[in-house]
């Protein structure tokens, strides 16, 4: 299972038509996975 660093990125990245379009290839082409870790610096 690869192991994939996604950073939350800017607001802005939500009008951008591509950023949408890769996640969605991710997901077509890894496995599902069996776990997801989150950590986070924003736990107020």
């Known amino acids: 299972m690869p192991a994939i660093y996604l950073g939350h ?3 802005p990245l939500i009008e951008d ?3 949408p379009r890769e996640l ?4 077509e ?3 599902r996975p ?4 989150v950590i986070s610096a924003h736990w107020e």
Not at 24 to 27: E, P
Not at 34 to 37: G, Y
């Open 17 to 19: 038509t591509i950023w």
């Open 9 to 11: 990125g800017a607001p």
């Open 29 to 31: 082409r890894l496995p």
């Open 34 to 37: 069996k776990a997801i870790l």
């Open 24 to 27: 969605a290839s991710w997901a």
